[in-house]
């Protein structure tokens, strides 16, 4: 079974600065799903970022990039020119490849942003 | 925009009940999911479904079932409440099995209190 690790709970960021949120997950597959998922205080979760493992190039979305290092299992979110509405709990989270691909999430890691 | 509906956002059982949670998607979406939101643990899935009428076990499906008769709505049944199964119930769904297609859009959770 797959199983996703966020080892940073809680981590804060000073407004402008950048953060790295850490996500290491297990798997014997060679192609899956990797994404970061964002659940900002009582709204919806929604997507931040996604990577196909099979792609070697580090996906990118405005001022949020991953590096995902597929060896060492390692999918990390990197938050440039941090806002205030970037404080949310963010989710690592794994899906297998195929319609009944199981679907596993990491802990959460809060992310507090400082004025 | 993609919109999962989950149908209460709070609930307050007694224990012992039978309780339905529904989710219901406007967009035309082949999987959904159910998951379960908990302080220091993440999402956990409990069931997902990839068609009409299949069903797949998540990692944590004691003590729930679920139905799928039609493509929009899953829903999750717990078929005697209990205490420990006081949680955010979150809904999710995707449109099938690529990159593109593997975003889960979530519902905005259903806090269920089990007394």
């Known amino acids: 079974a797959q199983t996703v690790t966020q080892s940073q709970p809680e981590m804060s960021v000073q407004e402008a600065e950048t953060v790295t949120l850490s996500c290491t997950y297990d798997?014997?597959?060679?192609?899956?799903?990797l994404f970061w998922y964002k659940q900002p205080p009582s709204r919806q979760m929604i997507l931040v970022i996604r990577?196909?493992?099979?792609?070697?190039q580090n996906a990118t979305e405005n001022r949020f990039s991953v590096n995902f290092q597929k060896a060492a299992k390692s999918f990390s979110l990197k938050i440039s020119d941090s806002q205030l509405g970037d404080a949310a709990m963010y989710f690592c989270a794994y899906r297998s490849k195929g319609n009944a691909g199981k679907s596993t999430f990491g802990d959460g890691t809060t992310l507090t942003v400082k004025p | 925009d993609v919109k999962v509906t989950q149908s209460s956002r709070y609930l307050v059982k007694r224990t012992g009940e039978k309780v339905f949670l529904e989710c219901v998607q406007d967009?035309?979406?082949?999987?959904m999911f159910w998951y379960r939101q908990d302080p220091g643990l993440g999402l956990r899935l409990i069931y997902f479904?990839?068609?009409?009428?299949?069903?797949e076990k998540g990692d944590i499906p004691e003590g729930y079932s679920v139905s799928r008769e039609k493509k929009e709505r899953f829903s999750l049944i717990l078929e005697s409440a209990s205490t420990n199964q006081t949680s955010m119930y979150l809904c999710?769904?995707?449109?099938?099995?690529?990159?593109?297609?593997?975003?889960?859009?979530f519902g905005a959770g259903t806090r269920l209190s089990v007394l």
């Open positions: 479904s990839y068609d009409v009428k299949m069903k």
């Open positions: 967009m035309d979406h082949e999987n």
């Open positions: 798997t014997s597959e060679s192609d899956y799903y």
């Open positions: 999710a769904s995707s449109l099938g099995d690529s990159l593109a297609k593997n975003i889960q859009y």
């Open positions: 990577q196909e493992a099979y792609k070697q």
